[in-house]
């Protein structure tokens, strides 16, 4: 497996079978997709090829509509690869890439970068300046530029239920449950611990106040949620919460404090990966610090319950 960021540096590939997108989330939709490239190069004794864009197109050609991601970059490549594609390009998704002719991303693209025996790709399937080309296109070259066209069925993607704007709907509710459901794994980020205020510690639930590896991916909504937290190799339980902490401070700063129950030890800069598996409450303000400590021993007792039965 390879993969490759220049794509006027490509090695020829073996008969490819490629698909296409953006694929953010990498969820069971795209695993539909995902199946059938790798088992159709296996067929024609090919590679297989997957193309996606860096940054999302939507950024460049939406820039006044915020989006958050589900899986920043290294995630998704990693999710990618290990869903058995040979070889994967991040092709940089600028203006003049963009401003591609549909004929131009046929013709000057695929065929002349790729050279591919089949192309992949879904029902919806659109690019090309102002989305103008589709699958209807890509079978009209087919013929003179040596390839077969297969298009995966919007039956086989709706039974998935799947898409990556519900996945990133359930998140930013709270519904980390069903976006789990919709991911085929719990939802997950990365971030580095940095000091806090220390409150946590002196009532007995000393927290890693997190700060997200990347600060374009999709952070839950706020409130209190069971996790298990990933570090040096180890997995622990724990709950943790999204909030501006109204108890205890009148700042709207957003904190992502995890509270690990087995851990003893400085995770000060160190890294951990959050894997989200249930929302337990809302965010609350308490009337006082006791309050929120007798509070914390509820949420302990319902996240270990969740956990357990997971």
Same mark, same amino acid.
């Given at each position: 497996?390879?993969?490759?960021? +220049? ?10 079978? !490629?698909?296409?997108?953006?694929? +953010? ?12 490239? *790798? ?14 864009? /860096?940054?999302? @197109?939507?950024?460049? &050609? ?25 070889? *994967?390009? *991040?092709?940089?998704?600028? $203006? ?9 991303? !046929?013709? +000057?693209? &695929?065929?002349?970068?790729?050279? @591919?025996?089949? !192309? ?27 390839? $077969?066209?297969?298009?995966?069925? #919007? ?5 998935? #239920? ?7 709907? =359930? ?6 449950? /069903? ?6 794994? @719990? ?9 806090? =205020? ?17 600060? %374009?991916?999709?952070?839950? =909504? ?5 996790? $298990? #937290? ?13 909030? *501006? ?8 700063? &957003?904190?992502?404090? #995890? ?13 951990? /990966? ?12 308490? @009337?006082? !610090?006791?309050?929120?400590? %007798? ?6 007792? =319902? ?8």
């Amino acid at each position: 497996m390879a993969i490759f960021y +220049d794509t006027n540096n490509l090695p020829a590939f073996k008969n490819p079978v !490629i698909t296409i997108g953006t694929f +953010d989330g990498v969820h069971l939709g795209h695993h539909v997709i995902l199946q059938q490239v *790798v088992a159709h190069a296996k067929e024609v004794k090919g590679e297989s090829v997957l193309l996606t864009f /860096e940054p999302h @197109p939507r950024k460049l &050609l939406f820039p006044d509509q915020p989006l958050k991601l589900i899986t920043p970059l290294q995630q998704k490549l990693g999710l990618i690869t290990s869903a058995g594609i040979d070889h *994967v390009i *991040v092709v940089p998704f600028t $203006r003049d890439f963009a401003n591609l002719s549909a004929e131009e991303y !046929i013709l +000057d693209f &695929l065929v002349k970068k790729f050279s @591919p025996n089949s !192309i992949i790709i879904g029902y919806d399937h659109q690019f090309g300046h102002d989305r103008r080309g589709n699958i209807k296109l890509l079978e009209a070259h087919a013929g003179d530029c040596n390839y $077969r066209v297969y298009e995966i069925s #919007a039956q086989l993607i709706d039974e998935a #239920a799947v898409s990556s704007t519900k996945i990133r709907h =359930a998140l930013q509710d709270g519904h980390v449950k /069903e976006a789990a459901h919709m991911l085929g794994r @719990p939802y997950s980020i990365k971030g580095k611990v940095v000091k806090g =205020a220390q409150l946590g510690r002196t009532i007995g639930y000393p927290t890693a106040n997190i700060q997200p590896s990347d600060p %374009e991916q999709l952070v839950p =909504a706020n409130g209190v949620y069971a996790i $298990r #937290a990933e570090y040096d190799g180890r997995i622990y339980d724990g709950m943790l919460n999204i909030g *501006v902490r109204p108890t205890v401070s009148k700042e709207l700063t &957003l904190h992502i404090e #995890a509270n690990l129950f087995d851990f003893t030890g400085d995770l000060y800069d160190h890294e951990l /990966e959050i894997s989200f598996i249930d929302r337990l409450r809302n965010e609350e303000k308490f @009337p006082s !610090i006791d309050a929120l400590k %007798e509070q914390l021993g509820k949420d302990k007792v =319902a996240a270990q319950k969740v956990l357990g039965a997971s």
